[in-house]
């Protein structure tokens, strides 16, 4: 039969646009989140992080917003470029777990020239 | 620092054979985590050690995985015997403790059993 998998959601976006990729986490308790970027062939990259007492971080190109209301995370990428295509991964740190990092499924950013 | 050095990147195998996945993290990180990555399921965790010891082996999918960790600068990850459907990637991660932005993957080994 047919083997089912994780379809990951896509985003394309142009050259130049700006990106943002969205991600729902399971744990009210979790303190800390991180984005990681995963090239074709290649281990999850860190990108940027949050602790819990945040609601917003910024980095290079980057930011990250954080809603704990209803357990949502995203990451904004301005000014997106080729080398932005990748599949992005949110995680979560599950400190009552002993620091258990958990990914959620993926995004893809397909980012067109 | 050459990061986190998994071996083989590839490794194909007969059904039935043992398969062992290496693992040398970044020098100073008392952390070590292995996952494997399908389609099906995404980024798995398996286990993870502190200080050489296994904290949470919860992920282990059943008694044919098995990790250690002899010392500091080396962990195994074999599988025992090996079924089709323990094809995917593993990757061995590492960090100095709580995550964080040293928190950091290997390249990956893509293990495919026929």
Redesign the interface.
Known sequence: GE????HLPTLSVQEGDNSIINCAYSNSASD?F?WYKQES??????II?IRSNMDKRQGQRVTVLLNKTVKHLSLQIAATQPGDSAVY?C?E?M?E??????????TILRVKS | DAGVIQSPRHEVTEMGQEVTLRCKPISGHNSLFWYRQTMMRGLELLIYFNNNVPIDDSGMPEDRFSAKMPNASFSTLKIQPSEPRDSAVYFCASSSGAPGPGYTFGSGTRLTVV
């Not at chain 1, 002993?98 to 499924?105: I, M, Q, R, S, W």
């Open positions: 083997s089912v998998g994780l800390y991180i062939g290649k281990g999850p990259q860190f992080d991964f995680a740190n400190r777990y002993g620091n258990k990092l958990v990914f959620g499924a993926g």
